[in-house]
């Protein structure tokens, strides 16, 4: 089968949930590796939550703190970037360097638009949030803080309703990019395909393996809001090892190229 960009679709292969744990085990050991790396993947992650969060607090918008934990797991994949060619050059026994990393991950176009994807749903989840809070809670409501968000979401029939279907909209927003982006971003760094069969090539991955892909959907998400409570501060640790396990996990998932 033939991409629309007239090359060879990439070979699929199913996973199981014990792979994904030794994934997750081989991103332990790079992060434990090449920490420095991993420190400043993490801290530009967790800087951009901060500076996010602060912004929303001097604008009065302290209430969407919650959903911006949720939503902020939403572009992880894109800023674990650099973390997939950390492994890579560590699989391949090349020089680990900034310049190198940002020479390799600038000259493969297609991850622009990959970026632009994954961003374009982080604003469509940030805007739903907004207007479930105008539907369900109250057109012109405001909050003077998150603690008095909270006591109306879980308190009020309507904060409970907000609250439900919230979740249950990000949770088949985050599916979704999940689906795209899970595969799509190692690929476009380790081959030259386009990003349609990036993305496709990274939904046949989930739809493969449905089981195990979602189970460690669930794993990312989890991790990545419990990490941004203390102040973003655990994306420190757990975004490097996410990200390192993330290309080792597409390792499995996409069969080598025939030589």
Known sequence: MTSISGKVDPVVRRVAAAEIAEALGQGLRDFQAVPLYGLAFGALYAGGGIVILLSLTAFGMVYLAYPLAAGFALIGPFVAIGLYEVSRRREAGQPISISGIWSTVTSRGEIGWMAFVTLFIFVIWMYQ???????????NVSFSSLREFVAVVLTTNEGLLFLAVGNLVGAALSLVLFSLTVVSFPLLLDRDVDFITAMVTS?????MSPVPMIGWAA???????VSALPYFLGLLVTLPVLGHATWHLYRRIVAPVAS
């Open 219 to 225: 794993v990312i998400v989890v991790l990545l809001i």
């Open 129 to 139: 949030v907004r207007l479930l809070i105008a539907l369900l809670i109250g057109l």
């Open 203 to 207: 939904v046949r991955a989930v739809v």
